[in-house]
């Protein structure tokens, strides 16, 4: 399967179970693959496409998603120092950063935008976000493997 | 160069522009497609797959079709006075506004919407613009905050951003309705101590923040609480719509302006 297909498909699946959990983002573990199997230019891409697409499906100003990535990248960046870029814990904690990085970002973003959220719900949307991460990284990273030619083995 | 970016998109507006015009749209082409293909895939499997059992259910029905014969004699006067009632009670809508209807496809999705919002499958293309009012019969649902072309995200009253100036249908004491969440009652403040506000009454739009007609019903009154250190009155509601099961809505849009006359008649002007 060609690597456009599969995403493409991906992002269709990603918006439908988007829309059946909400405020959890499904997408960002499959950049992290994209990270993993060094799909640099697939990455570029990727994350442009869907920083523009959770933008517009989101409901707070421009700008969260440009930092919700980046603190994503800089993480992944970072965090290769100490761990094998494919190891389980890794991806772990990946997850546990990425709920906590929800939880703050959501919470200072409203706060820039004088906007005013539920911190109980952002809660349960961070520990989702924590929890789902790493069984999403895990099922998106072995269908990628399988399906899309010379994408590396783990 | 992110603040740069930012402040020039708040001051502007161009990339949430963009992203409503493309990711917006893009979930909306995902989203009802799939919803097409739900309600044909559970119509078929009620008229044709579902049969399990479907004689002895067919022995039941013929007994219950019996007792219904007679019940259906009594219950048709009935239908009939609820049908007239139904013709009285048809939403009409306000003077210089009219309506049209969307469905709902989707609640809040993705990492950046923290507010309690709705897409619906109406957008640019059919008139819908930033603050058109959205509401069912029984009552206002919220107003479009961002709108793409053939979809838009709605800011529900619920959300605790959404703030509606309201006044009372019995005692007209005004106050502005506040959200506290989905699943929390709704909060009236700026209620005065001495404002005669009564628990049930009915909260109407007042029309002073110019984004929604004055007079549709939006909460009912459950409890008012006077505080010893407040001057304004404690007031909770309950929204008159179900905010959860929302399937289909209804958009207010403003009639366009009639066009003066071109040879220097004079223009009648409303209420003089």
Redesign the interface.
């Known amino acids: 399967m060609q690597p456009m297909v599969f995403w493409l498909i991906y992002t269709a699946l990603g918006i439908w179970a988007q829309r059946l959990i909400p405020g959890v983002d499904i997408f960002a573990p499959a950049l992290v693959v994209c990270l993993q199997l060094r799909r640099v230019t697939q990455f570029f891409w990727l994350a442009l496409a869907w920083i523009i697409l959770q933008e517009g499906m989101g409901n707070l100003p421009f700008g969260n998603l440009l930092l919700w990535y980046g603190g994503l990248v800089l993480f992944f960046v970072v965090g290769r120092w100490l761990f094998e870029s494919r190891n389980l814990i890794f991806v772990f904690i990946i997850g546990i950063f990425m709920g906590s990085w929800h939880y703050l970002l959501t919470q200072l973003m409203a706060d820039l935008q004088n906007l005013e959220v539920l911190r109980g719900q952002l809660l349960v949307e961070s520990f989702y976000q924590a929890v789902l991460f790493p069984l999403v990284w895990a099922v998106t990273f072995n269908i990628y493997k399988r399906r899309v030619p010379d994408a590396g083995t783990i | 160069m992110?603040l740069s970016?930012?402040t020039w998109?708040?001051r502007t507006g161009v990339?949430?522009g963009?992203?409503?015009?493309?990711?917006?749209?893009?979930?909306g082409w995902?989203?009802k497609p799939?919803r097409w293909v739900a309600d044909q895939a559970t119509t078929t499997w009620n008229r044709y797959l579902y049969l399990v059992g479907l004689r002895q259910e067919n022995d039941l029905l013929r007994e219950r079709l019996d007792t219904l014969t007679l019940e259906l004699a009594s219950k048709r006067e009935l239908a009939t006075e609820a049908l007239r009632l139904r013709t009285l009670l048809d939403f009409p809508a306000p003077p210089g506004w009219t309506y049209s209807g969307a469905r709902v496809i989707?609640?809040?999705?993705?990492?950046?919407?923290?507010?309690e919002?709705i897409?619906i499958d109406k957008g640019a293309l059919a008139s819908v613009v930033v603050n058109t009012p959205v509401i069912t019969p029984a009552g206002v649902v919220g107003r479009v905050?961002?709108n793409?072309l053939t979809a838009s995200?709605v800011?529900l009253l619920t959300d605790?951003?959404s703030k509606i100036p309201v006044l009372g249908r019995n005692h007209r004491s005004t106050g502005i309705l506040t959200g506290a969440?989905?699943d929390n009652l709704l909060e009236v403040r700026y209620v005065p101590l001495n404002a005669p506000i009564d628990v049930g009454e009915t909260l109407l739009t007042s029309g002073l923040a110019e984004i929604y007609p004055k007079g549709l019903p939006l909460a009912r009154v459950t409890a008012i609480e006077r505080s010893e250190i407040s001057l304004f009155l404690t007031v909770r509601a309950e929204p008159l719509v179900s905010l959860r099961d929302l399937e289909e809505v209804l958009l207010l849009h403003t009639q366009p302006a009639r066009t003066p006359p071109m040879d220097g008649a004079p223009v009648a002007v409303p209420g003089s």
């Not at chain 2, 409503?20 to 893009?26: A, I, Q």
């Not at chain 2, 989707?106 to 507010?115: D, E, I, T, V």
């Open positions: 992110y970016l930012y998109n708040a990339l949430d963009l992203a409503s015009r493309t990711g917006l749209e893009f979930v995902v989203i799939g989707a609640q809040r999705m993705g990492p950046n919407s923290a507010l919002t897409v905050l961002r793409g995200n800011l605790q951003n969440g989905a």
